[in-house]
């Protein structure tokens, strides 16, 4: 198993990742630093050796792409979910708080035909 993709939170204080188990896991890895030099001295502190995930989300199949909502804050739960899209299945919206699946779209080609 291993780590596809990662997407910082339009906040800064998550990290999104998609791995090849078809999982997306969420991390919130500490407080948002003031500026990148600090956010990269807090991870060179030896209890960031291994972050846990607090949230995990199984899709269906081979996960394509990832996304957070462009005006994600976590000090407003209602803004905070993300996005991913999968081999044969829709686009899901996903809360980031709970997991639970907000909604999800289908996509469709230019003769209004179903697309995967």
Same mark, same amino acid.
């Given at each position: ?11 800064? *204080?998550?990290?999104? #990742? $998609? &791995? @090849? ?5 969420? /991390? ?40 957070? *909502?462009?005006?994600? #804050? $976590? &000090? @407003? ?5 993300? /996005? ?33």
């Amino acid at each position: 198993n291993f780590v596809k993709d990662v997407k910082w939170s339009p906040d800064g *204080l998550c990290l999104l #990742t $998609s &791995s @090849d188990d078809n999982v997306v896991r969420l /991390f919130e890895p500490g407080g948002a630093a003031e500026d990148s030099s600090k956010l990269e001295e807090e991870w060179r502190l030896p209890h960031h050796d291994r972050v846990k995930s607090i949230l995990k989300v199984q899709e269906g199949e081979t996960i394509y792409d990832l996304a957070w *909502l462009p005006t994600m #804050t $976590s &000090s @407003d739960p209602s803004s905070c979910c993300f /996005f991913s899209t999968s081999r044969d299945n829709p686009v899901h919206v996903w809360d980031a708080f709970t997991g639970s699946c907000r909604g999800s779209y289908c996509a469709y080609d230019d003769a209004e035909q179903l697309t995967a």
